[in-house]
């Protein structure tokens, strides 16, 4: 896999179809997160950048792809979570480099390159070593994905490391209302509250799709079972599909212009009689 549909005319069609293929690739020839985040630099412009500050958030960015690599080679491949795996992080990936290339395209909102860097650094690291669990305190996962690749960040300028581990931390699905309330009624501009939504929306964008997100349920669900946590029951049910896309939120242009509340509709609009 050397190129995925990230700049198609139609935008929401493109994600689709770059995930579709995603999908053939993790279940044979798959080509690595390196590869998957090297597509999605490219896609936004900053492989050719010559500002030091976007090429350290790059290289901080592919070293900790090919850290989630390695160390999925070095286990058997039952072990990797059922749901918090490569995938999704590929998914997020793609989600937000959609995402960021709608917001210039659409809405006219012309890319900062160090944020754009910032956020597929922090999307690659989000979920680092996931232990396929729930937290059982505020931030505990988050903290412990930090942890595992902060020593990648030695290099970056302390400001946009500190960014890093802010929009890490603030993937705790705990903090995602307040995340969104931080923004309400503000006119997008490139700063962290803005990029923290942006980052939390790409985190749930693909499940909350109509043709993936039940398969990521049963993923979920998978996962949860085997760590025991009871709400695996439920989540892949109809009742537990409604729940979850009653609960998403999408505040941003980006996820405006790819038709999200839409699709959540008309999701919602068909499951009631399900259940």
């Known amino acids: 896999m050397t190129d995925l549909p990230l700049t198609p005319p139609h935008w929401p069609d493109g994600l689709d179809e770059a995930c579709r293929q995603l999908r053939q690739h993790w279940s ?21 950048s010559a500002d030091e500050t976007v090429l350290a958030l790059n290289r901080f960015a592919l070293r900790v792809a090919q850290e989630m690599e390695n160390r999925a080679a070095q ?30 395209a659409e809405n006219g909102l012309a890319p900062v390159r160090t944020w754009s860097a910032t956020l597929i650094a922090a999307a690659v690291a989000h979920d680092f070593m996931h232990p396929g669990d729930v937290n059982h ?4 996962i988050e903290s412990a994905s930090w942890r595992g690749v902060s020593g990648f960040a030695l ?8 960014c890093i581990e802010n929009l890490i931390m603030g993937t ?22 803005w990029c923290q939504v942006l980052l939390n929306e790409a985190d749930i964008l693909i499940s909350a799709t109509a043709e993936f997100g039940p398969g990521l349920s049963d993923a979920l669900a998978r996962e949860w079972k085997r760590v025991g946590f009871s709400g695996n ?11 979850f896309l009653r609960s998403v939120l999408f505040s941003s242009p980006a996820s405006r212009a790819l038709g999200m509340h839409a699709q959540v509709q008309r999701q919602l609009a068909v499951l009631p009689q399900l259940e």
Request: with cysteine; aromatic share 8%.
């Open 28 to 48: 044979n020839n798959w080509c690595g997160l390196p590869c998957i985040v090297g597509l999605c630099q490219k896609t936004l412009n900053l492989s050719d």
């Open 75 to 104: 286990r058997p491949a039952d072990e990797e979570p059922g749901y918090h795996n490569r995938l999704h992080t590929a998914d997020v990936l793609l989600a937000l480099t959609t995402m960021l290339r709608t917001l210039e």
């Open 137 to 140: 305190s505020p931030f505990e």
């Open 155 to 162: 290099d970056l300028p302390v400001y946009w490391r500190d």
């Open 172 to 193: 705790d699905v705990q903090s995602v209302a307040a995340n969104h309330q931080r923004i309400a009624d503000q006119p997008f501009r490139w700063d962290l509250p």
């Open 233 to 243: 029951a439920s989540v892949a049910t109809p009742a537990g599909r409604a729940h």
